[in-house]
């Protein structure tokens, strides 16, 4: 299959309905697994940067797949041929799994203890799946402010895992209802 024919857009193969649940299923589950994050967290601060470290790369796994299923349909995504768009992921992550080394290898030195470095690994990742919401869709912008917020509150507020959990569950909710929106705005337009 040559470059062209990768690139052009599969309308009947994948229908925009089907991208639209397949992103609301990758933000429940990584909304899911930054709950679980927020336990071990809690419970197990020494394992928590352990759990953060490995959620960057199946974030970044997570968002190159629904950013090339986006692209697949329509072609591309906000301007972005298929190409393009998973350089720059690749790009997008690897930079944030550099920056999380990086925080492991403050920890490794003594420079941050457990707690610290699982909370700078849960922003860097929030602020990675922000961005990278910019560029291929709201669903993962929501779930990187969920990181970010989830960050705050376990640093601040004792006992943070009621908090983190009910703003999951709201952002869950919001997100379904929204999904079912834009799914019949689909089908309406179809």
Known sequence: MSDE????????????????????????????????????????????????????????????????????VKGEVHGYPIGALLKIQALHWGGALCTVIGVFVLHFARVLN??????????ILGLATFLDGIRIGWRFSLTGVFLGVSAMLIALVEPFLPLVVGLAVLFIIYTIVRGRREACRLSEHA
């Open 5 to 72: 024919e990768q690139e052009r857009p599969l309308e009947t193969e994948a229908p925009r309905k089907v991208v639209v649940w397949l992103d609301e299923a990758v933000l429940i589950v990584m909304l899911l697994l930054s709950v679980g994050g927020a336990v071990i967290t809690d419970f197990s601060p020494q394992d928590a940067y352990l759990y953060w470290l490995t959620m960057i790369p199946l974030f970044g796994l997570a968002a190159i797949v629904a950013g090339w299923a986006q692209a697949r």
């Open 114 to 123: 457990e707690e610290a470095a699982a909370l700078v690994m849960l922003l």
